[in-house]
């Protein structure tokens, strides 16, 4: 099917991911492939490294697959609608998806080359949420920085190498720091091959996981 | 006069500048330090993709100079066990109550080992209980009908 069929709208993206995190005592390298179709709903990842596996996001459950057998199902935070994956596709990438949250903005202010937006939770949450800060660059994401209630930065993510597939931006690397008390972990996510709206590999794109 | 204005302007200037910086020095990290952080594991990563298929274990069992220092830790734990048992009802009494079909819902419904264990569980207390529930009865009958 030609691609101006499709137009502006994106709803698959796949990819070669490597996530690499270091922390004061251990280390982590996962190598793999991502599909995601933002209609099914499914964030898939196809692990090569460090064991074969396939891991299944779907809502809160995350379904852990060894040679097609499911090996564990666990209850997860929902990580396909807040995923680099979604914003992208449903062009919330700029501001994180921060406005379909119970974050409000608080103030915008330009500071160099970047514009820097201050977000913070509604009444009800602001005690157990903190600010949160959103910079952007040339009119794209550059950086994320979170704060816990009383304004101590407790983690950075950085939006970098952006590349423009089909005419969607996409960052080729992210850079996220966790602070917990005085330790901190790196982590460094790299995508490549990436190719959107792939109608093959509906194995992957609609893995099937148990029905409930 | 121009001493007022000259004052007013620096006043603005001071104001504005306030107002549009600060936080942009939150923005930036060490990109050398982060380099230097992960150098083995970009090693590792760069002999990996060129040696397809291979994994973490074939390479512990090579003893691979590349992982040799490197602690790896399980990178999907992320999450917590899943434990909601079918219609809400505790897995044990599934098992305890409705027996081998109870255990069979519970293996079916929630392919989950731990849940299963907790079906069967109530099973075996269940089918206990039952036993000893039956053999009470069968001598208090006995009893009662003057067998002793």
């Given at each position: ?15 070669d991911?490597?996530v690499?995190?270091?922390?004061e ?45 499911l ?29 379909n ?5 608080d ?29 952007t ?23 970098e ?7 969607l ?44 | ?20 910086a ?11 330090q ?8 970009d ?5 990996v993709?060129i ?14 100079p ?20 079918p219609?809400?009802?505790?897995s ?5 109550i ?5 255990v ?6 929630t ?14 207390v ?8 039956y053999?009470?009865?069968?001598v ?9």
């Open positions: 099917m030609p691609k101006i069929a499709f137009g502006q709208h994106f709803f698959r993206i796949e990819g991911i490597t690499k995190e270091k922390s005592l251990q280390s982590q390298l996962t190598i793999g492939k991502f599909y995601y179709d933002k209609n099914i709903g499914k964030l898939v990842y196809n692990i090569t490294f460090p064991e074969k596996q396939v891991l299944v996001s779907k809502d809160t459950v995350l379904y852990h697959f060894i040679a097609d057998t090996n564990s199902r666990t209850r997860s935070f929902d990580m396909t609608k807040f995923s680099i994956f979604n914003l992208c596709l449903e062009n919330q990438l700029n501001n994180y998806g921060m406005e949250t119970f974050y409000k903005i103030n915008v202010e330009k500071d160099g080359d970047l514009v820097i937006s201050a977000w913070v939770p509604g009444k009800s949450h602001e005690k157990y949420f903190g600010k949160v800060l959103i910079s660059k040339n009119n794209r994401l550059f950086g994320i920085i979170f704060m816990n209630p009383e304004g101590k930065i407790v983690g950075k993510q950085f939006f190498d952006y590349t423009v597939v089909d005419g931006a996409f960052p080729k690397r992210m850079i996220k720091f966790t602070y917990t008390g005085d330790k901190q972990t790196s982590q460094i996510t790299t995508f490549d091959h990436l190719k959107l709206n792939n109608l093959n590999e509906k194995n992957y794109y609609d893995y099937p996981v148990p029905a409930h | 006069m121009k001493k007022a204005l000259l004052t007013s302007v620096f006043a603005i200037a001071i104001a504005v500048n306030g107002l549009f600060g936080n942009a020095d939150l923005f930036c990290y060490d990109q050398d982060l380099n230097k952080e992960f150098s083995d594991l090693m590792l990563e760069n002999y993709k040696n397809e298929g291979i994994t973490l274990t074939s390479l512990m069992n090579e003893n691979h590349l992982i040799a220092g490197i602690s790896f830790n399980n990178p999907f734990n992320l999450s917590i066990p899943f434990s909601e048992p219609l809400g009802i505790p044990f009494w599934w098992g305890c409705i027996g081998v079909w109870g069979a819902v519970v293996y079916f419904v392919e989950d080992k731990e849940e299963t264990k907790q079906a069967l569980k109530g099973c075996v269940g089918t206990l209980v039952g036993v000893i529930l053999f009470g009865i069968y208090w009958a006995l009893g009662y009908a003057g067998f002793f």
